[in-house]
């Protein structure tokens, strides 16, 4: 286990300081070029669009799920096992299938454009594919599942009778999700924003399915780099800032008094 | 508060929509007889037959199936041995050990594909099924170490150590007392660690060479040469078995109530 993930990421780690050989390989002289690379406007503009897409769609999810997973905590007991297995099912159906899914719905010739011009909203069909919407809507569906576990876990073990007291003290439905609900789960949106967060800022399938040519998100950039130009220690100095910003989440995590396996179960 | 409850109960309904109407959608069309078009032209099972037939497609699953299959053994014998060593190291190495153990679930999959690939070229291993099914098990270890460990930590420890005291070998007293206690979730685990490995893209992507297609990257080469009835047909078909290995992880978790 050591061999196969410590050794390949220590790896990746010295061939990010390695030089480009001129056959696409790797040559051993130490440099810090490829980092200074990382700073050329082009790149930038690639991590400026995956952090944006990322923390949109963290907050989609947590807008979007905060309402399910609240509404499950408080369904009878019997029934919350059923509305947390229909959360499950789709993150359980491979990720290919469902990006596919929206790649049938949006494209020109698609469900949605059909649809609007059949029902007379609109003559011309619209390029809805291949764009950031795309990619967020995309991203949005793939981990919504990833929002709703903790933070189901988090309401499940909310007091109500504290939520009663703030209604029985006359505050308004706004100050009690506001001052009450939502400080007392913090835990469970933290650990749901970081579920979200990591897969959407590191994603591949999504934005190359989804996205267009011009919508490159740094999961992309890194495989390009990587299979396309053959610059390897590009792509390394890459993810390994990807890697690093990542690690900054889960630590911040760590800060709010959270565990790693409990992160990852979601409960 | 009625009205809070209502919109709540709305939302939720909107949310589930969201989830599953794409997913039936594209079901529903596997069976419309256009080719071309969006709009339902009539039924057929015409895209189910053409998969069937479809050599390449038929020799994808086959290695998809070898790949999870091993991965999955080698990531279970690991993972739960990981899972057993780690309870028994002292709390202080032990949270530095399960963190280190865990990182691989929280950096992003692209990172693990590029580092394995790097590591293949660089110690000259041929990309092939076995570097795949090593990239597997790498990410399937840790999976099935968590998983493990859940049920680990609930576990009456009195159990083990009444074992002990009767004269039973530590080993004796795993193997008879511990191990049968962990046996559910040992299963889900393993159930988890086949659908993850039989689903995987990313990793697959970077550690496959010529000749090692798995069905998810045959999925990936259709998807991206278009939208296809027969994708379509495909994908209800990968829906349904996933849905079949989570009905046999239930039964499973079920039967230990």
């Known amino acids: 286990m050591g061999i196969f993930f410590f050794i390949p990421l220590l790896i990746v780690l010295a061939v990010s300081f390695a030089s480009r050989g001129t056959d696409g390989g790797v040559e051993w002289t130490f440099s810090l070029t490829n980092y200074a690379h990382l700073a050329d406007p082009l790149y930038f503009r690639i991590y400026g669009r995956s952090i944006a897409l990322a923390l949109a769609t963290t907050a989609l999810c947590l807008l979007l799920g905060f309402p399910l997973a609240y509404s499950i905590a408080r369904a009878p007991i019997r029934w919350q096992g059923i509305w947390l297995l229909l959360v499950m099912i789709p993150f359980w159906t491979n990720f290919l299938v469902r990006t596919y899914a929206w790649m049938f719905i949006l494209r020109t010739e698609g469900l949605m454009n059909t649809l609007l011009i059949n029902l007379g909203v609109m003559t011309q069909p619209i390029e809805l594919l291949y764009s950031d919407w795309a990619i967020l809507i995309g991203l949005v569906y793939g981990y919504l599942p990833f929002m709703v576990l903790p933070l189901y876990a988090a309401t499940e073990r909310l007091d109500l009778s504290v939520v009663e007291a703030a209604w029985d003290l006359y505050a308004t439905g706004w100050s009690v999700f506001w001052r009450v609900i939502l400080p007392l789960t913090k835990p469970g949106v933290i650990a749901g924003c970081i579920l979200v967060f990591i897969p959407s800022l590191g994603a591949f399938i999504t934005p190359d399915l989804l996205g267009g040519a011009k919508t490159m998100m740094v999961g992309n950039l890194i495989q390009h780099e990587y299979l396309v130009m053959r610059d390897w220690p590009l792509g390394s100095a890459i993810s390994f800032s990807l890697m690093a910003l990542v690690l900054l989440a889960v630590m911040a995590y760590f800060k709010t008094d959270g565990r790693l396996d409990r992160l990852e179960r979601g409960v | ?257």
């Open chain 2, 1 to 257: 508060m009625n009205r809070g409850r209502i919109w709540l109960r709305s939302a939720s309904l909107a949310n589930l929509l969201f989830l599953y109407l794409p997913i039936a959608v594209l079901i529903l069309f596997s069976f419309n007889a256009s080719r071309l078009s969006a709009t339902w032209q009539g039924g057929t099972f015409r895209w189910y037959l053409v998969l069937v037939e479809d050599q390449a497609l038929l020799a994808a699953v086959h290695n998809s199936l070898v790949v999870a299959a091993v991965s999955t053994f080698l990531a279970t014998v690991l993972g739960v041995s990981a899972a057993v060593g780690l309870e028994r190291l002292p709390a202080g190495r032990r949270w530095t050990v399960e963190g280190a153990l865990l990182l691989p679930l929280v950096i992003p999959e692209v990172m693990l594909g590029v580092a394995l690939l790097l590591f293949f070229v660089m110690i000259k291993v041929p990309l092939s099924l076995v570097t795949v099914t090593i990239g597997h098990t790498v990410w399937n270890v840790p999976i099935v170490a968590v998983i493990v460990q859940a049920r680990l930590q609930k576990l009456d420890s009195r159990l083990v150590e009444a074992a002990l005291d009767l004269g039973a070998t530590p080993w004796q007293a795993f193997r008879r007392v511990t191990l049968p206690l962990l046996t559910p979730a040992i299963i889900g685990a393993v159930l988890m660690a086949f659908t993850l490995s039989l689903d995987d893209f990313i990793v697959t992507f970077f550690t496959a060479g010529p000749g090692s297609t798995t069905l998810p990257l045959k999925v990936y080469s259709m998807i991206k040469s278009g939208v296809s009835p027969e994708i379509n047909a495909l994908s209800a078909m990968l829906v349904l078995i996933s849905m079949a290995l989570i009905g046999l992880s239930l039964l499973v978790q079920r039967q230990r109530h």
